[in-house]
């Protein structure tokens, strides 16, 4: 499957898209990247006069191309108009501070799909390959709930 | 293994995930998983999961969709459990 076409079905747009390119995407698992622009709104207030990326952005970046990502991949690329997603839990640990215009890589691998909900852990990795932060997340993604 | 028995297993197999602690304690073969006890699909899925590890059965589809209160998911387990 063109990885391109898996991010076309992503159902979120700026400013709320966190995925930039997917690397790999197989039954398994899939790899995306994601570069924190600097103008993104929510530097400007966490912190005041210090610009750190939330725990709760770094979270949603993680299940965009973890879960989100992958779950389009397992249905066959058919995110269809009466699919429904919904992030349902997440465990997560935030391991290094993300700043403005650092690049992270997210890898991420199934742990099962059954019946509509999707569970992953995945971690993510900074330009110098240390992880910043990882987790397990979960989501359904199903014709209904 | 009985009814009661069986029941009581899948009384401890629900409670992690049962928001509302108190239909828990008093869970009869009427309660209702999404009604009387809170819990949203997602956990059903986990319940589904751990009844296949604890009974060692496979569940499909098709019980998955039915298995909303706990009369139906004893009457699910007792029928996969004689066909083993």
Same mark, same amino acid.
Do not use: W
């Given at each position: 499957?063109?990885?391109?076409?898996?991010i076309k079905q992503l159902p979120y747009s700026e400013p709320f898209l966190f995925v930039d390119e997917?690397?790999?995407?197989?039954?398994?698992?899939?790899?995306g990247t994601y570069t924190f622009k600097e103008n993104l709104d929510f530097y400007k207030g966490h912190f005041?006069?210090?610009p750190v990326t939330p725990g709760v952005i770094l979270t949603e970046t993680m299940a965009q191309i973890?879960?989100v990502c /992958?779950?389009?991949?397992?249905?066959?690329?058919?995110?269809?108009?009466?699919? @429904?997603i919904?992030f349902?839990? +997440?465990? &997560?640990?935030?391991?290094?501070?993300v700043y403005p215009n650092e690049k992270v890589?997210v890898?991420?691998?199934?742990?099962?799909?059954?019946?509509?909900? /999707?569970?992953?852990?995945?971690?993510m990795?900074?330009?110098?390959?240390?992880? @910043?932060?990882?987790?397990?997340? +979960?989501? &359904?993604?199903?014709?209904?709930? | 293994?009985?009814?009661?028995?069986?029941?009581?297993?899948?009384?401890?197999?629900?409670?992690?995930?049962?928001?509302?602690?108190?239909?828990?304690?008093?869970?009869?073969?009427?309660?209702?998983?999404?009604?009387?006890?809170?819990?949203?699909?997602?956990?059903?899925?986990?319940?589904?999961?751990?009844?296949?590890?604890?009974?060692?059965?496979?569940?499909?589809?098709?019980?998955?969709?039915?298995?909303?209160?706990?009369?139906?998911?004893?009457?699910?387990?007792?029928?996969?459990?004689?066909?083993?």
């Amino acid at each position: 499957m063109e990885l391109n076409e898996i991010i076309k079905q992503l159902p979120y747009s700026e400013p709320f898209l966190f995925v930039d390119e997917l690397l790999s995407a197989d039954e398994n698992g899939v790899t995306g990247t994601y570069t924190f622009k600097e103008n993104l709104d929510f530097y400007k207030g966490h912190f005041k006069n210090n610009p750190v990326t939330p725990g709760v952005i770094l979270t949603e970046t993680m299940a965009q191309i973890g879960m989100v990502c /992958l779950g389009i991949f397992l249905l066959n690329n058919e995110l269809q108009s009466d699919t @429904v997603i919904a992030f349902t839990s +997440a465990d &997560m640990e935030f391991l290094k501070p993300v700043y403005p215009n650092e690049k992270v890589t997210v890898i991420s691998e199934k742990m099962f799909f059954r019946f509509g909900k /999707l569970k992953c852990s995945a971690v993510m990795k900074n330009e110098a390959g240390q992880e @910043v932060c990882r987790g397990i997340l +979960a989501g &359904m993604i199903t014709k209904r709930l | 293994m009985d009814r009661k028995e069986l029941t009581e297993k899948l009384k401890e197999i629900i409670k992690p995930y049962a928001a509302n602690t108190e239909a828990h304690e008093n869970l009869t073969e009427e309660t209702d998983f999404i009604k009387d006890l809170n819990i949203n699909s997602a956990n059903l899925v986990d319940i589904v999961l751990d009844i296949e590890e604890k009974f060692d059965v496979v569940i499909d589809n098709a019980d998955m969709e039915r298995m909303l209160d706990v009369k139906t998911a004893i009457e699910i387990i007792e029928t996969k459990l004689a066909a083993k």
